[in-house]
């Protein structure tokens, strides 16, 4: 299959794109740091931007002619300014690049997308922007799956994760008691949803924990 992750340089992505490369797949790798060289292709881009989403999605069909598989993961939390431009940088980087993504891979992507929520778009977050964009990353893909865009899509929330995202507070987490994930268990969590027949559904994972289906109220 041909897989696209983007973020796939570091923490989650990487995982993924280790998990996908050892299964066989052709794994294009898009990220902002060079460092992401762990696939078939690596293509620098950076995802808050439409024309490099663009630029990335021809270079993958340049390669490939098409796409199984696309894994929007690339986000960031914080910092938590509660400010104008807090806003639009959470937005950017967390809501407008999946967006984007997915504009870029339509007529291209013919399998099975994911988007990499958090149960912070679950619970909320007191880091305001990353939790709100998080919410609108699960509204986009409920959305999107009642227009027949031609492939699956799905949302993936993972809980507290050990990656570099989390440094900062990692010791506190641990003194606090919290478990954190792997990359690798969620990376497999990500695979099992990739997998999954349904469409437009939300799911969760913990540390210790198999990927659950998030109850969803049917109107
Ligand atoms: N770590 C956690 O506890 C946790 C929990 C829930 C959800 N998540 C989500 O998982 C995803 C991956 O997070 P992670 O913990 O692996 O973080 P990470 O910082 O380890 O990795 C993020 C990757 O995204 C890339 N990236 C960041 N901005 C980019 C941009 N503008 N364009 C292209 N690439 C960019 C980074 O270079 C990096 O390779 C994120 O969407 C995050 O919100 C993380």
Redesign the pocket.
Known sequence: MIALV?????????ALVRRLVGRGDDVVV????PD?EGGSLFVR????SYEDNERLVAAAVERFGHLDVAVF?????GPRSFSVSGYRDAMR??LD?VVYGLAACSGVLSGSALV?????GLTGSPDVY?GTA?HAQIGLVRSISQTAPGYRINAL??????????AAYRSELVAAGLA?AS?DE?AAAAETVLGDRRTGQVWSVQAGRPVELVPRIRD
Do not use: E
């Open positions: 983007t973020g796939g340089a570091h923490g989650i992505g990487a898009a990220d902002i740091d992401g881009t950076d995802v808050r993961n690339a986000g960031a939390a980087v967390n690049a990499m929520a958090s149960i912070a990353y998080k929330c993972p809980g507290l994760v050990d990656t570099r995202a989390l954190l990359p969620v």
